[in-house]
C-alpha cells in the first residue's frame, strides 16, 4: 500500500495567479499521476511524472499550464498556472505502485478561482 | 474514442437490500477493472480489483462481475447500509508501458434507512 500526503486540502485563488500543489508519498514509486475532478465529472488524467524525465501529457493538458515537477521517487508537485475559474477544481494525485493494480490518492485539493 | 459508462449518476437503496451498480466500456480491452469509493472532500479508495480472464470477485459483502464479452462490470453491495452511501467508481487499467487507469464518472449510491 502506499500512504499519499498533498497539500493544499484547498485554496481560493485570484485569476491569473498560480498554486503549486505538493504530493508526498510515504515510499518509492516510479509514476505519479496528476488527475482534475471537476464537479459530476470522472477524474480526469492531466499528467503522469516519471523521476527523472519530463512528464507525459495527456491530450488537452500542456506544459506550460500545468508545469509539472518529479526530484525523486517519493515528491512532486504539479502547478495550476496563469488561472482562470474554470480552472477551478479538485487536484489529485496518485500512484499505483504495482502495474495494473489498485492506485492509491491524495485527499486532493479543492481549488476555486476567483 | 474510450469510454466508460456507469448505469446512473444516482441510485437509492432501501437499507438491507442489495445494491447493483452497472459499468458498460467502449473500445478498449482492460486487463484489470477496478472499482472504488470515494466519499465527498476525499480521493477515491480502493475496493475490489477483477482481471480480464476472471468472471466473479467477492469481498465480505462486496461482488463484482466481469463479462469482456457484454464489456460489462457488475458491482453488487449486499445487505446495504446506511454507511455505504458514496460515489462508486468504475476503473479501467491495462498492463501497458503507461500503465494509465481510466476512471468513470460514478454512481452517487444512497443507502435510505
Known amino acids: 500500500s502506499a500512504v499519499i500526503s498533498q497539500k493544499p486540502s484547498r485554496d481560493i485563488c485570484q485569476r491569473g495567479t498560480s498554486l503549486t500543489i505538493q504530493c508526498q508519498v510515504d515510499?518509492?514509486?516510479?509514476?505519479m499521476f496528476w488527475y482534475r475532478q471537476q464537479p459530476g465529472q470522472s477524474l480526469t488524467l492531466i499528467a503522469t511524472?516519471?523521476?527523472?524525465?519530463?512528464?507525459?501529457?495527456e491530450s488537452g493538458f500542456v506544459i506550460d499550464k500545468f508545469p509539472i515537477s518529479r526530484p525523486n521517487l517519493t515528491f512532486s508537485t504539479l502547478t495550476v498556472s496563469n488561472m482562470s475559474p474554470e480552472d477551478s477544481s479538485i487536484y489529485l494525485c496518485?500512484?499505483?505502485?504495482?502495474?495494473?493494480?489498485?492506485?492509491?490518492f491524495g485527499q486532493g485539493t479543492r481549488l476555486t478561482v476567483v | 474514442s474510450q469510454k466508460i459508462e456507469q448505469n446512473s449518476e444516482a441510485l437509492n437503496i432501501q437499507e438491507g437490500k442489495t445494491a447493483t451498480l452497472t459499468c458498460n466500456y467502449t473500445?478498449?480491452?482492460?486487463?484489470?477493472l477496478q472499482w472504488y469509493r470515494q466519499d465527498p472532500g476525499r480521493g477515491p479508495v480502493f475496493l475490489l480489483l477483477?482481471?480480464?480472464?476472471?468472471k466473479e470477485k467477492r469481498k465480505e459483502r462486496l461482488k463484482v462481475t466481469f463479462d469482456t464479452t457484454l464489456k460489462q462490470s457488475l458491482f453488487h453491495i449486499t445487505a446495504s447500509q446506511p454507511a455505504d452511501s458514496a460515489t462508486y467508481l468504475c476503473?479501467?487499467?491495462?498492463?501497458?508501458?503507461?500503465?494509465?487507469?481510466?476512471f468513470g464518472k460514478g454512481t452517487r449510491l444512497h443507502i435510505l434507512p
Open positions: 473500445n478498449y480491452s482492460p486487463a484489470y
Open positions: 496518485s500512484v499505483a505502485p504495482l502495474s495494473g493494480a489498485e492506485a492509491f
Open positions: 511524472a516519471n523521476q527523472g524525465s519530463e512528464a507525459t501529457y
Open positions: 515510499s518509492q514509486v516510479t509514476m
Open positions: 477483477i482481471r480480464e480472464n476472471e
Open positions: 476503473a479501467l487499467a491495462r498492463m501497458n508501458r503507461d500503465d494509465k487507469i481510466i
